[in-house]
């Protein structure tokens, strides 16, 4: 993979099990689209089917969280869910979801966005070292992680990684073996967690106004069904 010159067509890509999408999702997929510029023309949010790095047990049915993603994303056309690791068996390995990206979209420059925890934890996943094959990376630092120290980290993970001029507002970049590029860019994040949603749903309590409402609405139609899946995985 070349890196991206802003005269190919791009899409950036935010996977997650949305279990359920919040607000924190909608935010960062709104922002970085914003911060991503003429680079792209979307956001995908990739609800996964069989996260490999998860317990699966409190994970809703791949149906409904990724009807509640499409309700959540409905008002904005520059987001959209695709379901495309419903499509094959088996975990759902980020490695064969980009590769299915390039089958479907050849010729298409991928952006996939993490935080930086998880751009860390990259020698843990399925092939996670080769992605730059496949894609750039956007990572978004959590607590306050600096830009000399993102490139730290991308050094210790890519030894000849070198520094790339940016074309994002975070003004650090980094060239990766495989021809990908690993964007520092600083956006703010929202303090939400699913975990926390789920357990102020079964307590009875209020999370209005950290799941969309329209995702809501849904969440309330299998109110029943979804308490009962929930509770038996604590």
Known sequence: ???????????AILGGSFNPPHVGHLRLAV???????HLVQGVDLVPCAQPPHKKTGNLLPFELRAAMLEAALAPLPQLRCNRLEALRDGPSYTWDTLRAYHAAEPGTDFYFLLGSPDFALLPTWQRGLELPRLCHFVVVPRGDLTPDEFMDMTRALWPTASEHPSALPGGVCMALPGGGLAYFLP?????????RIRELWLAGRSVDYLVPEAALNLLRTHRQAIAAHWREAQ
């Open 1 to 11: 993979m070349t890196a991206s010159n802003g005269q190919r067509p791009g899409r």
């Open 31 to 37: 922002e970085a689209r914003e911060a991503l510029g």
């Open 187 to 195: 956006l703010p994040w929202l303090a939400v967690s699913a975990s």
